[in-house]
T-cell receptor, first 116, second 111 residues
Framework: AQTVTQSQPEMSVQEAETVTLSCTYD???????LFWYKQPPSRQMILVIRQEAYKQQNATENRFSVNFQKAAKSFSLKISDSQLGDTAMYFCAFHLRDNYGQNFVFGPGTRLSVLP | DAGVIQSPRHEVTEMGQEVTLRCKPISGHNSLFWYRQTMMRGLELLIYFNNNVPIDDSGMPEDRFSAKMPNASFSTLKIQPSEPRDSAVYFC?????????FGEGSRLTVL
């Protein structure tokens, strides 16, 4: 079974600074996807960034980028130039490639507070 | 392109009443998922459908919960009778091959 660990329950960062959220996962499979979701106080779950395991290049979406270390099974999220609107819970998620889209595992989340 | 659409956004009801939550997935997505989120248990997968067929409902907590997907563009999650412990945010998500795209959630409060 796959597991996802986020070792930082809470973090804070000053506005305009950079912060890195950690995520590690455990799997014996080779074909999978990794995701970061953001859940602001509005409670909506927003897909932030996605990484395919077969791609060595780290995914980037504007101020959000990942450091994907497949051998170490690590998938950290870096937020550059933090903004107040980045305050949210951040969930790391693992998805095993299959036909139906099950085997989708969420980590416990990291609560990020961006301070003015 | 519209995302996953859920209704109602908020529902307050009394114990014993029937609650129906609705979801319209993203067009072209062939998998639909119902999640429940609470502070105590986090995100729980209740049931998912593939091509309108329920594949795994092992996450449905009790017989009071039921879900249907009569066609590719509509699904319902029904709770009958509702209980205070059902109070949570219920999310619908859809996907095609990979990724989960979530609706804005339905916040249910059962008094």
């Amino acid at each position: 079974a796959q597991t996802v660990t986020q070792s930082q329950p809470e973090m804070s960062v000053q506005e305009a600074e950079t912060v890195t959220l950690s995520c590690t996962y455990d799997t014996s499979e080779n074909n999978y996807y990794l995701f970061w979701y953001k859940q602001p106080p509005s409670r909506q779950m927003i897909l932030v960034i996605r990484q395919e395991a077969y791609k060595q290049q780290n995914a980037t979406e504007n101020r959000f980028s990942v450091n994907f270390q497949k051998a170490a099974k690590s998938f950290s999220l870096k937020i550059s130039d933090s903004q107040l609107g980045d305050t949210a819970m951040y969930f790391c998620a693992f998805h095993l490639r299959d036909n139906y889209g099950q085997n989708f595992v969420f980590g416990p989340g990291t609560r990020l507070s961006v301070l003015p | 392109d519209a995302g996953v659409i859920q209704s109602p956004r908020h529902e307050v009801t009394e114990m014993g009443q029937e609650v129906t939550l609705r979801c319209k997935p993203i067009s072209g997505h062939n998998s639909l998922f119902w999640y429940r989120q609470t502070m105590m248990r986090g995100l729980e997968l209740l049931i998912y459908f593939n091509n309108n067929v329920p594949i795994d409902d092992s996450g449905m907590p009790e017989d009071r919960f039921s879900a249907k997907m009569p066609n590719a563009s509509f699904s319902t999650l029904k709770i009958q009778p509702s209980e205070p412990r059902d109070s949570a945010v219920y999310f619908c998500a859809s996907s095609f091959l990979t990724g989960r795209f979530f609706g804005e959630g339905s916040r249910l409060t059962v008094l």
